[in-house]
């Protein structure tokens, strides 16, 4: 049986449809967000002279896509800040440790890490919206609330008339000595960071101190060697031609050019797209589900670094249901078992504790990694995780229907785990919100909880198919009519009763990427059933139990018999190979000399 299953898993690895986002994020070179891989942000956030402009995020998370363009765009307009306040991110996917460092409860989190932090810091959290101006502000008031500010950062703070005026004896770097009269602190504090790179050394003075000064409205004044302002300047908003009105002011005409678009010529935005299945999109693989499952334990519970009393409670019950519900070889179940078992006994629980638990089971051949296959997306932060996540839910009420510990107890199950653990903060808001309005928590019987989770995905689908998308994976109101032609009309009105069927015949049955189907009945899954996955594919609304065979009966399933025909020939070169060599070795004898 071992023989078997490492082959079985050396013809997986084979798969070329297989995908795994191993590296891939929301930000790319192209961008002026800086990734912190590892442990790269050890050096730079602790203890180092520039504070962050900080995003804890994770790349399947439907919030976090949304909001990746709108950060794009804060870290083009702050670059040249970057000396001061880098914006950079972490992908909690690949660096779960770092979110929990930093307390995050959600994604997407933006932080404000000061300079020369420690780890016992989590920086400020950002709570306002998605506006530009709104975080630029927040960046702003927390640079100028850093007591001891490094000295290569400019003074965001007014200073006085005297100060001002003492400004041109300093014996430090000679550079054109620029005074800025305000009568907003924050106009004059962007100004500085815009421009922090220049050659220029700017104070700042509020309008009370510019009276004196000579000044008669808001603007830019140059400082002579005694003191006196020499010109007034209006004060643009646009960092480019504020700096190119300074340099016309000290009668430099070379003011320094900047690349408005910062686009690399022959650059696709989109990116290379060889090849999209999308023929395996409503197969459900078994190993969708896992890699799922892999993720909520390993990045969305290890997030946490305690649990509550509640939280540990939607743990026990999420991973009871699964266990009992899903359709899984015997191993995976053992495995399963494992973890349930670390958890029985404990009355809390810590985050050390709980990586113990899994450390235990991924030892003893639990799954760590997550590939999907049918919900593979046409870019690596689309579908995946989220996908694999529904189909699990479905698989498991479906599965429990009637039978122990029931579908009622399963969608009970699923909102504990969304409350507790879903790290994407608007998914899990709209998703409680719904269950509220749905009275999901209500449901007493297991059909009304079946059909009731197939409203809500298509509540859920409906909203996201006007928002952020796979546009290769359309949202649709499901099941499609390809897919179950008696579920719907013309008109797209759906029959309870016809929905209800597909669902209890559609989810019960789960595929290996050979093709082979588990039968899932009342808990009981039949692990000897094989489908050509061709068949299946093209006439999903056709699949029932009678176009199936034995394993006894049909043997291995097409891919199965390719890999077997290329090993049997690899043996028989090997055979031949030995026996020309036998056959010429006996021939020696008789060659004349």
């Known amino acids: 049986m071992k023989g ?231 004060i643009d908003t646009d960092p480019t031609k504020l700096e190119e009105a300074i340099n016309r002011i000290l009668g430099d005409s070379s003011s320094s050019e900047v690349d408005s678009d910062g686009s690399k010529e022959g650059e696709n935005e989109k990116g290379i797209i060889e090849f999209i299945d999308t023929s395996l999109q409503y197969n459900n693989y078994e190993l969708d589900m896992q890699s799922s499952i892999n993720t909520a334990l390993y990045m969305e519970v290890g997030l946490k670094t305690e649990f509550t009393e509640k939280e540990l409670q939607d743990l026990k019950n999420f991973i009871s249901v699964v266990r009992r519900c899903g359709s899984w070889t015997l191993d995976y179940k053992k495995q399963l078992s494992r973890v349930k078992n670390g958890l029985e006994d404990k009355e809390s629980l810590t985050n050390k504790e709980w990586a113990t638990i899994l450390e235990g089971a991924t030892e003893a051949g639990f799954p760590r990694n997550s590939t999907f296959l049918g919900c593979k997306g046409s870019t690596p932060n689309t579908r995946g995780y989220t996908c694999g996540l529904w189909i699990l839910f479905h698989t498991m009420l479906t599965s429990c229907y009637n039978a122990a510990p029931g579908s009622v107890s399963v969608l009970h199950a699923i909102h504990g785990f969304v409350d507790s653990f879903f790290t994407c903060s608007y998914c899990r808001d709209h998703f409680l919100s719904m269950a509220e309005q749905m009275k999901l928590l209500s449901i007493e019987e297991d059909q009304t909880a079946v059909l009731a989770l197939w409203e809500a995905h298509n509540q859920v689908n409906h909203r996201l198919s006007t928002e952020i998308h796979d546009p290769y994976f359309p949202k649709i109101q499901y099941p499609p009519r390809s897919l179950c032609a008696k579920c719907s009309d013309d008109d797209g009105q759906f029959d309870s009763d016809q929905v209800f069927g597909f669902l209890m015949r559609h989810f019960r049955r789960v595929q290996t990427p050979f093709g082979r189907m588990r039968l899932v009945e009342g808990n009981q899954t039949v692990d000897n059933v094989a489908v050509n996955p061709v068949k299946y594919r093209t006439r999903h609304s056709s699949v029932v139990v009678n176009k199936a065979e034995t394993s006894e009966a049909r043997g291995f399933s097409t891919f199965g018999m390719f890999v077997f025909a290329i090993v049997g020939l690899f043996f028989l070169f090997v055979l031949l190979k030995r026996k020309l060599r036998i056959f010429n070795c006996r021939r020696l004898p008789y060659i004349e000399v």
């Open 4 to 234: 078997c299953s490492s082959i079985y898993l050396i013809a997986f690895l084979l798969i070329p449809q297989i995908y795994a986002a191993a590296d891939k994020t929301l930000f790319d070179d192209k961008d002026d967000v800086i990734i912190y891989k590892e442990n790269d942000y050890q050096q730079e956030l602790y203890g180092g002279i520039r504070a962050h402009t900080f995003l804890l995020y994770s790349s399947w998370c439907g919030h976090c896509q949304r909001f990746a363009p709108a950060y794009k765009r804060l870290a083009e307009a702050i670059k040249t800040w970057s000396d001061v306040v880098p914006v950079a991110g972490v992908d909690c996917v690949f660096d779960v440790t770092v979110c929990r460092l930093f307390d995050v409860k959600g994604y997407p989190t933006l932080k404000f890490i000061g300079p020369t932090t420690n780890q016992s810091d989590v920086g400020v959290t950002y709570d306002g919206d998605r506006s530009q101006e709104s975080m630029i502000e927040f960046i702003i008031k927390n640079l100028a609330a850093v007591k001891d500010p490094p000295r290569r950062w400019p003074n965001l703070h007014p200073v006085t008339v005297e100060e001002a005026k003492n400004y041109t004896s300093s014996a430090e770097v000679k550079k054109p000595k620029i005074v800025l009269f305000v009568d907003e602190e924050r106009v004059g504090q962007r100004v500085m960071l815009d421009l922090q790179k220049s050659d220029l050394r700017f104070a700042m003075v509020n309008s009370a101190a510019s009276e004196e000064l000579g000044a008669k409205a808001a603007g830019i004044g140059v400082l002579s060697e005694n003191g006196q302002v020499s010109h007034i300047a209006h």
